[in-house]
């Protein structure tokens, strides 16, 4: 088991918070196609694996996700065949992670056992995901949308997304070994 992740959200919290050195002082794993040129500053360079969303799976972005190059992408649960056509879209020299046997069934159980009614994010399955690999899991740019901005990189529409991000954050903060770190922001 590592001692410790990071896992970094895609929120505009991130933005002028230079966080970037601290983020890269352990493993990595970034949330779908969260960018770090251009942003290093404040979200780090270092990518060791990405948790990689359904649609992502589906071949949604299959131009971005055929560059990725010797990175552990872990695989958010879908049907066998969506995870076929992400091992087919891949580069070869990436390794896939996904649940299967018993660890699928453990997922299952969690969120049968969680307050969600809606589907969780990639954030949430990532954070679970590494928790059992990891003794500590630092969560770095989450903010459940408490801001009206989406991304550190661009803007997108988070209204009806289909996610519950007070529930996420509530389940998070119950999980041991989850550390969210909230930076501040300069001008808060």
């Not at 040129?37 to 979200?43: A, H």
């Not at 580069?91 to 969600?116: H, I, Q």
């Not at 996420?168 to 001008?187: C, H, N, Q, S, Y």
Request: negative net charge.
């Amino acid at each position: 088991m590592m001692d410790r992740i990071h896992l970094i959200g895609n929120s505009p919290i991130l933005c002028g918070s230079g966080l970037g050195e601290e983020i890269d002082s352990c493993p990595v794993v970034r949330i779908n196609t969260a960018p770090t040129s251009g942003y290093e500053e404040d979200v780090g360079s270092r990518t060791d694996a990405r948790v990689i969303c359904g649609n992502l799976q589906r071949g949604s972005h299959s131009e971005w996700i055929s560059t990725l190059s010797e990175e552990t992408l872990i695989l958010y649960p879908t049907p066998e065949k969506v995870r076929k056509n992400a091992q087919r879209i891949t580069s070869a020299d990436n390794s896939l992670r996904y649940l299967k046997g018993r660890a699928l069934e453990a997922w299952k159980k969690f969120l049968d056992e969680s307050p969600l009614e809606e589907n969780p994010t990639s954030g949430l399955y990532g954070a679970w995901f590494l928790s059992k690999i990891a003794k500590q899991v630092h969560l770095y740019g989450f903010c459940f949308y408490e801001s009206s901005e989406s991304h550190y990189w661009k803007d997108v529409n988070i209204a009806g997304q289909g996610h519950d991000p007070q529930v996420e954050k509530d389940i998070l903060d119950d999980t041991d070994g989850i550390v969210i770190e909230m930076p501040v922001r300069a001008g808060d």
